[in-house]
């Protein structure tokens, strides 16, 4: 994709990991500068501190990445920041819904977020987990998944970090249809347990998409947390030595994490600017 005249395109990141340590944000900063390098993009990009500081962007901007980040996302529904992320949901939809708007706001739910906006959209079951997922993971496409312009370039099935007590299932789909939303991915089919896998991405509506897994994470920041005393406990609890060493070795794969990380949201952030309306000077 390529652009005649340099352009400036402005980001909001809303970081929703309350001061939580973390990787993903420097992730998210990471993707955006090689993104704008890459297509001769001046970049404007704006951090909104949502939990600590009550911060949310408003409409300036031309694309909106939600974070990941710790904690319930059922247990907040009444706390100050959980009520005005909501409600700038709800400021964007109606923006986008607006005919007079011809240049639409397109937003990018990762993991926490994800949750929020499943919820808010009431799209599936928001729910505990019966143990933490953490570790490196393939993710299976279906149909819609196939045809989204963010998957594009992604093989079936994909690898994904994931990092979550929470997940989305049991999916609305009479609600998913009419409004239009669809369900691109889902977790790793388990069948020698019996709970249902969780959906792992929907485009909520032509403007709004998510995934419940990082696609910002990349190798060398997933290989420390790997590494670290709490999260190799984690993993090995949960799945085993032996798929320890099998994400470990995943990490080093082109064709896994690091596919990911290049593709999903250089892919949004590619698809959003494409359909933006150009802005006379």
């Known amino acids: 994709m390529s652009w005649t005249d340099k352009r400036i395109v402005k980001v909001a990141v809303l970081d929703l990991y309350e001061g939580a340590a973390n990787q993903g944000m420097r992730c998210i900063r990471n993707i955006l500068i090689e993104w704008a390098e890459k297509n001769d993009l001046l970049l404007y990009a704006k951090e909104y501190d949502v939990r600590l500081k009550n911060e949310l962007p408003d409409t300036s901007y031309d ?100 990092s979550r007590d929470y997940q989305v299932i049991q999916p609305n789909h009479d609600l998913l249809n009419e409004r239009g939303s669809s369900i691109l991915c889902i977790e790793k089919s388990r069948p020698h347990v019996p709970y249902e896998r969780a959906v792992m991405g929907i485009r909520f509506n032509e403007y709004m998409v998510g995934t419940q897994f990082h696609p910002e994470a990349d190798a060398p920041g997933m290989s420390m947390y790997l590494q670290r005393e709490d999260k190799r406990k984690t993993v090995i609890e949960n799945h085993g030595e032996a798929k320890l060493q099998s994400m470990l070795e995943h990490l080093e794969d082109p064709d896994k994490i690091v596919w990911t990380y290049s593709h999903i949201l250089p892919n949004f952030l590619n698809h959003s600017i494409g359909q933006l309306q150009e802005i006379p000077a």
Not at 68 to 89: K, Q
Not at 135 to 140: A, E, K, M, N, T
Request: net charge negative; charged share 25%; proline share 6%.
């Open 63 to 162: 694309v909106y990445i939600s974070s990941g980040g710790p904690g319930s996302p059922l247990e907040t529904r009444y706390e100050d920041w959980d009520i005005a992320w909501c409600r700038w949901l709800d400021k964007m939809e109606r923006w986008n819904n607006n005919p007079s708007n011809t240049v639409k706001k397109h937003i990018f739910f990762i993991c926490h977020s994800f949750q929020l906006a499943s919820r808010y959209f009431n799209v599936g079951v928001v729910c505990k987990r019966k143990s933490t997922s953490f570790g490196v993971f393939p993710v299976h496409m279906l149909e819609a998944g196939g045809d989204e312009p963010v998957f594009d370039g992604l093989k079936d099935p994909f690898y994904a970090v994931d």
